[in-house]
């Protein structure tokens, strides 16, 4: 498909695509969908948050956080993409971004998976083992929506516990890797459930 061809598309189609490509791991082809979408719609939030999610699949986390902070200046209630983007600010060690980031998720109260994870890491960030784990715990137990994520925390949960155990000292770097892969299925599944 050439760009030209795109306009044939609606931007839910092009979305659509994007995501599909994605998952087939053609970053390429998603990056080219996603800018034509952009390109006829700028304002386009979940284009520039699944664009974020390429960049940073692509290891390209500078774009992935611009990206990412354009689509929460056009929905601030973007909640995945807001957790998405404290997550790459603190595997880039920037806690006090990553904070500030995640101070808006408290809207959603104590008891979300999203503000049970944050804070969790928060947590983690500080070396503060048993209150990471606690929550994070309960985070999972809350969390029905997103296995993947609730997979990506019980790993971290280990590297805590063996932080807390003294058998792992690499725990930070353990918990940096957490953004890598749930990007597409947070964007699929976290803000199509968020209104039920």
């Known amino acids: 498909m050439s760009l030209q061809n795109y306009e044939a598309f609606d931007n839910d189609e092009l979305l659509n ?11 390429q082809k998603s990056l080219e969908l996603l800018k034509a979408v952009i390109g006829q719609d700028d304002k386009n939030a979940k284009a520039h948050y699944l664009l974020g999610a390429v960049h940073a699949q692509l290891s390209l986390y500078d774009k992935a956080v611009d ?12 909640d995945s993409a807001r957790f998405q983007l404290g997550l790459l600010f603190i595997s880039s060690h920037r806690l006090d971004d990553a904070i500030q980031v995640w101070e808006k998720l408290d809207r959603l109260g104590d008891d979300n998976p999203l503000v049970l994870f944050k804070t969790g890491l928060v947590h983690l960030a500080n070396d503060e083992y048993d209150q990471c784990i606690r929550l994070l715990e309960q985070g999972i ?21 063996s932080a807390l155990d003294g058998t792992s000292s690499n725990t930070s770097d353990d918990a940096t890797g957490v953004q890598r892969h749930v990007f597409l299925s947070s964007y699929e599944n976290q803000d199509d459930k968020k209104n039920d």
Do not use: V
Request: net charge negative; aromatic share 2%.
């Open 141 to 161: 137990e809350k969390n029905n929506i997103l296995e993947s994520l609730n997979n990506d925390m019980r790993k971290i949960m280990a590297s805590a516990q």
């Open 17 to 27: 695509l994007a995501l599909d490509a994605s998952r087939k791991e053609d970053f």
């Open 67 to 78: 990206d990412l902070a354009r689509a929460l200046d056009i929905d601030p209630n973007l």
